[in-house]
Structures are given as C-alpha cells and as structure tokens.
C-alpha cells in the first residue's frame, strides 16, 4: 500500500499528523485475548513481537494489542489502561522535539523498529498518545 493521505491538521499545527496509524488496548492475556479477536470477528494476524505486541491486519486502522507484562522490570513499558491511537507523523523525534518545547509529557522517547519509528506522550488528561512513523512511508 503505499497511498499517502492527506494531513489530518490544520496548516498552523505544530506537529503536523497524516493520519490515525493504530488503535492499541492493553492485556494481561495476549494468547486469549489475540483468539478471541479472531475467532469472533475472523480478524488475521498481521506483525508480531513475541508475546508483547500482536496487529490483525485490520486496514487501513491496523489494531493491536500489547502485553506490556512480558516487559516487566523497564516501567516505561508497563503500559496498563486505557486504549492508546497513533498519529502518523512524518518524523517522531522532530515531532518529539515540538512537544517537549511546548512542554508536553514525554512518557516513552523515540524508538526505533524494523518496521516504523514511535514515541509515547500524554494529553493534559493523562492519556497516551503514540507519534508513528511507518519506514515505508505509508500512513493510515
């Protein structure tokens, strides 16, 4: 796939965002809960890691799901709670590097896949957002 969406922000934006990359929820049951989404609604399996990170290959929202018990002893990947979206953006630590500068929370600095580059922050409410980038360039 490699269309290119037009970006979802206003020319002004700060960190400009192509577009919404991903829907994570969180588990503490990663081989129960990848069934069930598969065996109710037939979703495929698209990219995993392990046992800490499963996608269904869902598009052109991908949804996953991630254990981030599989990671315990590093706090930054103790991810329990709420769903989190990812933005696509065209470069996370640029995109980073604007939030820090208007003070938003850094939770997880820019890392980098084999596939993609992200980076955790958080809404004034708490919420956690992920700035994405895809290294074949496609969004969405």
Not at 2 to 9: G, K, N, T
Not at 14 to 43: E, I, S
Not at 49 to 64: H, K, M, N, R, V
Not at 113 to 127: E, F, K, L, S, Y
Request: with cysteine; net charge negative; charged share 20%.
């Amino acid at each position: 796939m490699s269309r290119v969406p037009p970006s979802l922000s206003s020319p002004d934006a700060l960190v400009p965002v192509r577009a919404l990359d991903f829907v994570m929820y969180n588990t503490k049951d990663m081989h129960g809960t990848r069934a069930f989404y598969q065996k109710l609604f037939g979703f495929q399996p698209g990219e995993e890691w392990e046992d800490f990170w499963s996608e269904f290959a869902t598009a052109p929202l991908t949804l996953c799901l991630n254990d981030g018990t599989s990671r315990q002893g590093d706090p930054k990947w103790d991810w329990h709670g709420a769903a989190c979206v990812a933005l696509a953006v065209d470069d996370v630590p640029s995109a980073i590097a604007q939030c820090r500068e208007h003070g938003v929370t850094i939770l997880i600095e820019p890392v980098e896949t084999r596939v993609c580059w992200m980076a955790w922050i958080a809404d004034p409410a708490g919420n956690r957002l992920c700035l994405h980038s895809r290294k074949n360039g496609t969004a969405g």
